[in-house]
Structures are given as C-alpha cells and as structure tokens.
C-alpha cells in the first residue's frame, strides 16, 4: 500500500510544479518540457548534482551508520555492493526497524558503477 502511495504522490510532478512551484526531483519531471520551461531550472538541477542526502527522523543515526558501514566495506574491504546492501538490510531491519533497497548507478542515469542504499523505516 506504502508503495502505490507513493507512486500517486509523484504520479503529478508537472501539476505540482505549474501550479505550486513544487518540485519533486524525478527523472520524468526534469525531462519534461514544463520543467525546461521554468526559469532557472538548470539552477536547480546543478544544486541537485552537489547536494548530498541528509537522513532525519527517529532512526537517522542508525541509518547513517549503517549506510557508510556499507559503502566501507566496498570501498575498503572489496566486498561486492550486492553483499554489503544484504548485510545492511540484515542490519536495519533489526537495529532502524527499516529495509534497505539498492538500485545500480544510484538511481540517476548513466551512473551503473555506484550502488545506491535507500532505508524506509
């Protein structure tokens, strides 16, 4: 249920940008042409390539933790990303409650070298 919500949420990405200026940073919106069409736009889009995540909530530490344990032994310890998203999600569902999804190229396009970690708790 958790998941069509979310799917009708971002399913009026144009409609909330038209008419509230809202943006929801999906790949759909920022190719569409109302998105192109607004000014500074690009501005935009050039924040998102240097932002970083900030996690908040109940479980953030936890969930921070867990993702740059992940990322370490990846980077450091050679382990393979399938391994340390599966060890990550042991972990969260025990310590944050959560579960954990990995999706190649961290979501964006282009980009199949880097695994992505999101928690939902």
Known sequence: MTWKLIA??????EEY????GLIQPT?????SDTYKAMPYANV??????RSHIV???ENSAKIQDQIREA?????????SP???????EKKGSRSARGTIMMLPGGGREGTATQPCLFFFT
């Not at 940008?17 to 509230?20: F, H, Q, T, Y």
């Not at 935009?44 to 390539?49: G, P, Q, R, S, T």
């Not at 990322?71 to 382990?79: I, K, N, P, R």
């Open 8 to 13: 009708y949420m971002l399913s009026h990405s």
């Open 17 to 20: 940008l038209s008419k509230v």
């Open 27 to 31: 790949l759909k919106l920022m190719k």
């Open 44 to 49: 935009f889009k050039e924040d998102m390539e």
């Open 55 to 57: 996690y908040y909530g």
């Open 71 to 79: 990322v370490e032994s990846v980077m450091l310890a050679g382990a």
């Open 82 to 88: 399938e391994a340390a998203a599966g060890k990550a």
